[in-house]
């Protein structure tokens, strides 16, 4: 990944500075809270006819954001669109190894960065920030393969240091949870299929519109694992949440509903190959190092 020397002590001040180097951008725009960020971040550096929001629009993202993105691109005032991407026809993919996250993005990059040349923009960027240099994310390689710029993480701009700086620019999701790709519930090796993410974002629906803000359901061979703030896991068994849940977990086709106790970690699903606890601390190797210590199925020999 490429890194920028600030131009100022004040790390805001520093991404305006790298984003008009850029000189003109479409930046991936899932809806969350970085990518939001740098799309506002680009339209104050470089005005509203030098940025472009595209995104991705599959069985993969929740209904929610798809709902709500278009909205967010109005209130930040640059241009979007919606594009269809494709990583369900990718074999690779719905076999769902440790390094799933790879296809998809390389799908997404893939699409961006044809459309920003026919566009007449000079970059595509996204919302990657300093803290993702630190987890396991195979999703960086296929950015560094696509050319995919992330001045958040070339500038060392943390997680908490974006949502400071979105609170104090007034974006209105500045503290909204992170919501990754409904495919990243799904326990690696089982494949990925439409409905089982339909199944999926609906249970985590039913947790939200029961006040549940922060929570997912990870998916194990037709078992739910629900995962919720600590403090609120008491919550889920009181009555009347609790047959609540039940109820319509069932109807969704879930056999069976269970609690982590451990309560919400994201990127729990990273702890079954970097081992216990990985996504409660995450590691501070490089995803360079981590990806290279983990094995995908085509690399184990038969008796692994």
């Given at each position: 990944?490429?890194?920028?020397?600030?131009a100022?002590?004040?790390?805001?001040?520093?991404l305006?500075?790298?984003?008009?180097e850029l000189?003109?951008?479409?930046?991936?725009?899932?809806?969350?809270?970085?990518s939001a960020?740098?799309?506002?971040a680009?339209?104050?550096?470089?005005?509203?006819?030098?940025?472009l929001?595209v995104?991705?629009?599959?069985?993969?993202?929740p209904e929610?954001?798809i709902?709500?993105?278009?909205?967010?691109?109005?209130e930040?005032?640059?241009?979007?669109?919606?594009?269809?991407?494709?990583?369900?026809?990718?074999?690779n993919?719905l076999?769902?190894?440790?390094?799933?996250?790879?296809?998809?993005?390389?799908e997404l990059?893939?699409?961006?960065?044809?459309l920003a040349a026919?566009?007449?923009?000079?970059?595509?960027i996204?919302?990657?920030?300093?803290?993702?240099?630190?987890?396991?994310?195979?999703?960086?390689?296929?950015?560094?393969e696509?050319?995919?710029?992330?001045?958040?993480?070339e500038?060392?701009?943390?997680?908490?240091e974006?949502?400071?700086?979105?609170?104090?620019?007034g974006l209105?999701?500045?503290?909204?949870?992170?919501?990754?790709?409904?495919s990243?519930?799904?326990?690696?090796?089982?494949?990925?299929?439409?409905?089982?993410l339909?199944m999926i974002?609906?249970?985590?629906?039913?947790?939200?519109d029961?006040?549940?803000?922060?929570?997912?359901v990870?998916?194990?061979?037709?078992?739910a694992?629900?995962?919720?703030?600590?403090?609120l896991?008491?919550?889920l068994?009181?009555?009347?949440v609790?047959?609540q849940?039940e109820s319509r977990?069932r109807?969704?086709g879930?056999r069976?509903?269970?609690i982590?106790?451990?309560?919400f970690?994201s990127?729990?699903?990273n702890?079954?190959?970097?081992?216990?606890?990985?996504?409660?601390?995450?590691?501070d190797?490089?995803?360079?190092k981590?990806?290279?210590?983990?094995?995908?199925?085509?690399?184990?020999?038969?008796d692994?």
């Open positions: 990944m490429m890194s920028i020397a600030p100022s002590t004040d790390k805001h001040a520093a305006l500075d790298a984003l008009r000189g003109s951008v479409v930046v991936a725009f899932s809806g969350g809270v970085d960020f740098v799309a506002q680009a339209v104050e550096a470089l005005g509203a006819d030098k940025a929001a995104t991705a629009r599959s069985p993969s993202v929610r954001e709902a709500s993105v278009a909205k967010l691109a109005e930040i005032g640059v241009a979007h669109e919606f594009i269809n991407t494709a990583e369900f026809e990718d074999a993919y076999a769902n190894p440790n390094n799933r996250c790879y296809f998809c993005k390389t990059y893939s699409k961006l960065a044809p026919e566009r007449g923009f000079a970059h595509v996204s919302g990657i920030n300093s803290d993702d240099l630190g987890d396991y994310r195979p999703g960086l390689k296929a950015a560094d696509q050319g995919i710029r992330a001045p958040l993480a500038l060392g701009i943390s997680k908490a974006l949502r400071e700086m979105a609170a104090s620019r209105s999701i500045h503290d909204k949870p992170a919501s990754p790709c409904l990243s519930r799904v326990q690696y090796g089982e494949a990925i299929t439409p409905e089982k339909r974002d609906a249970a985590e629906n039913t947790l939200r029961l006040g549940f803000r922060e929570c997912r990870r998916w194990h061979d037709g078992l694992r629900i995962e919720v703030t600590a403090a896991l008491p919550q068994v009181r009555e009347p609790r047959s849940i977990f109807a969704l879930f069976y509903i269970t982590d106790i451990s309560g970690r990127g729990s699903m702890d079954a190959i970097l081992g216990p606890g990985f996504a409660a601390a995450k590691s190797a490089a995803p360079a981590l990806s290279a210590e983990i094995k995908t199925p085509e690399d184990k020999s038969p692994e």
